[in-house]
């Protein structure tokens, strides 16, 4: 699987943006997707997942009811709508594919060492 994150950029804070996740290949339906974050001097940090089939989500705490993802089976695409953005979301955003079966119970179970595939990154910045 091959993972190419779009959609990022320079918003003010308060804004929204949305990013997309497109995946090569028949298997994406088979695979759970996963967003995660990497703000400079700081480790990768898990934000948000989503079930094969769309119907588990999990996120951390820090964006819930902010942000939301969700995937299109159909398009092999996976989106993270982000909104009311804060300068503390600035980071690089992955998106990451896992073929195995995954918790999606505590955001602490999703770690990143759990997902196969990794796209190449898409830069958020927030102004404040």
């Known amino acids: 699987v091959q993972l190419q994150a779009s959609g990022g950029g320079l918003v003010q804070a308060g804004g929204s943006l949305r990013l997309s996740c497109a995946a090569s290949?028949?298997?994406?339906?088979?695979?759970?997707m996963g967003w995660f974050r990497q703000a400079p001097g700081k480790e990768r940090e898990f934000v948000a997942a989503?079930?094969?089939?769309?119907?588990?989500?999990v996120y951390v705490d820090s964006v819930k009811g902010r942000f939301t993802i969700s995937r299109d089976n159909a398009k092999n695409t996976v989106y993270l709508q982000m909104n009311s953005l804060k300068p503390e979301d600035t980071a690089v955003y992955y998106c990451?594919?896992?073929?195995?079966?995954?918790?999606?119970?505590?955001?602490?179970?999703?770690?990143?060492?759990?997902?196969?595939?990794w796209g190449q990154g898409t830069l958020v910045t927030v102004s404040s």
């Open positions: 990451a594919a896992a073929s195995r079966l995954l918790p999606f119970t505590t955001p602490q179970s999703m770690s990143a060492t759990k997902y196969d595939y």
């Open positions: 290949g028949r298997t994406f339906s088979s695979h759970n």
């Open positions: 989503i079930s094969r089939t769309g119907g588990l989500t």
